[in-house]
């Protein structure tokens, strides 16, 4: 399977993961702090900021970019719960 | 007005005027004790609605509690006609604000409905309608009343996230929402004439407002700015005596209160245990002088058992990292520890480091539970706590040691960059 990863910089943690990976699926194990409400892309309480790799992320869906917008979320913010880490690495932090 | 003309004109659902252009249509509510569950309310609460007339239209902020609508309607039929009302400005979606709402949206069908961004998914759970015409607003956005206008500041979580309140600039008048109110209910409706309600505006704040602290400090910035004459809450007492002297009191409240005992570059680290034999305790002694070598880390060590929980709350909103040690009695925590990690819903806790450990006699639940509860309380829990069985041996005070210096160095951003993979988390769930 593809391997991607993802690091926390906020903890200063890489963690290899594969392919599809949701980034809350790992942050909330290891101990970030990007934590979660809803886990459905309604709150906004698990956004995060995109500092490497945003390219290697899903794309935002409509839902999610609706929750974005609400939140006032700036351009290299996404939801963890709603992003997806395709390949590569991808570097994030607590927005 | 005089105070006792304002109190039988209450009684009588007149409307009460704040100036020739802008009524008091609210509601008292003396007989309420509890409110939100969470809150008490010793002397009940009012919803304050208001309508403010411009010369070409009237807009009505806020609503009440639906129980509490014929109040409202009998007062703001004596200042507008429902034809007139143009605009309905919602600074606060939660039910006592806009219980009255689905009515005078069917009374007043030529108004249009204002509320922040993050309103519209709360009024459309709240209405259940399909189709609702509204309008956002955001800062600087404004609502033309002729000679009279709204212009509006975003402040969201204030205390929900839909908060939002709304100035009237031609009076100096700010439609604040649920800041600056309080849940006091007395007649006399303004603040130099209402009894002394100093108590029940700081409890409000304490429970309402303090989880929000960074919002609170946000909305300061967009309110301290305004001239202001008058401020209109939704709860409480209307403030038109020393009105500024209210935003000043919230911006010391809202003010980290222990920051000049602490150099800067220097990060608080605040270890909290309870201990049947002393075990837990010999643990906690070891985990904090060890992260106290670490340097710019300010560490404490405090025992439950000698304090009161409410005390330790106001640390801990200030520190930065939170170290909790409890015993496993019965496979739970100890209920100190849940005392304490309950009183910190009114504390923003999120981002701080925080820890757990404890001594066990055979199960050694307890350890786990607090990571997990730290964790819902958004904290980060970056390191796996140490558990120790009964009395910890030469050995295991080695591991507290390492785990008090891992934790100064991960609060002063001084761990070495670790690369793990996720199915080291399935074992470990921890990336230590």
């Known amino acids: ?95 | 007005m005089s105070a006792a003309r304002i109190v039988q004109a209450v009684a009588q659902r007149e409307a009460i005027p704040l100036s020739p252009r802008v009524h008091w249509v609210g509601a008292l509510d003396p007989g309420l004790r509890s409110f939100d569950i969470i809150l008490k309310t010793a002397n009940g609460t009012s919803y304050n609605a208001y309508v403010v007339r411009g010369s070409h239209g009237v807009a009505v902020v806020d609503t009440v509690k639906r129980e509490f609508s014929a109040d409202f309607f009998a007062r703001l039929e004596q200042v507008a006609e429902y034809d007139e009302i143009k605009a309905i400005v919602l600074n606060h979606l939660e039910p006592d604000h806009t219980g009255a709402l689905p009515e005078l949206m069917e009374r007043a069908p030529n108004a249009q409905l204002y509320i922040s961004n993050k309103a519209q998914m709360m009024l459309k759970a709240l209405l259940k309608r399909e189709n609702l015409a509204f309008t956002t607003v955001d800062t600087g956005d404004r609502i033309d009343l002729g000679d009279r206008s709204l212009r509006f500041l975003h402040t969201p979580y204030l205390h929900w996230p839909d908060t939002q309140c709304a100035y009237l600039a031609e009076e100096q008048i700010l439609f604040s929402g649920d800041v600056f109110g309080c849940h006091f209910c007395d007649a006399r409706l303004f603040n130099d004439f209402t009894g002394d309600f100093r108590f029940s505006f700081e409890y409000y704040y304490a429970h309402i407002m303090r989880p929000f602290r960074d919002f609170v400090v946000r909305a300061l910035d967009l309110i301290e700015p305004l001239p202001l004459g008058l401020i209109a809450p939704a709860h409480g007492p209307i403030l038109r005596d020393r009105p500024s002297d209210y935003v000043k009191r919230y911006r010391e409240l809202a003010s980290p209160r222990l920051k000049r005992e602490i150099h800067p570059g220097e990060k608080t680290l605040l270890v909290f245990y309870i201990s049947s034999y002393g075990n837990t305790a010999r643990m906690a002694e070891a985990i904090h002088s060890a992260a106290q070598e670490i340097s710019g880390v300010r560490a404490s060590l405090y025992d439950l058992e000698g304090g009161d929980t409410e005390t330790f709350a106001d640390l801990l909103e200030e520190a930065d990292a939170i170290v909790l040690g409890s015993p496993t009695i019965n496979g739970d925590a100890v209920k100190p520890i849940w005392d304490l990690l309950s009183s910190l819903t009114v504390i923003d806790m999120k981002g701080k480091l925080g820890a757990a450990f404890g001594s066990y006699g055979w199960s050694g639940e307890a350890v786990r539970m607090i990571e997990d509860r730290l964790r819902g309380l958004k904290l980060r829990v970056p390191l796996q706590g140490v558990r120790v069985k009964l009395i910890p041996t030469p050995e295991e005070i080695l591991q507290c040691h390492a785990f008090g210096r891992a934790l100064g160095e991960e609060l002063m951003g001084r761990r070495e960059a670790r690369v793990i993979d996720m199915s080291d988390l399935l074992t470990s769930q921890y990336s230590a």
């Open chain 1, 1 to 95: 399977m593809a391997k991607a990863t993802i690091t926390f910089e906020d903890i200063n943690v890489t963690v290899t993961v594969p392919a599809g990976t949701r980034v809350i699926e790992i942050s909330e194990k290891v101990g970030s702090g990007i934590t979660y409400g809803c886990r459905e892309g309604d709150c906004g309480t698990c956004m995060m900021k995109v500092s490497e790799g945003w390219n290697n992320l899903t794309e935002p869906s409509v839902l999610e970019d609706k929750i974005l917008r609400e939140n006032y979320a700036g351009k290299h913010n996404r939801l963890a719960c709603q992003a997806q880490v395709l390949g590569g690495s991808v570097s994030v932090r607590p927005a």
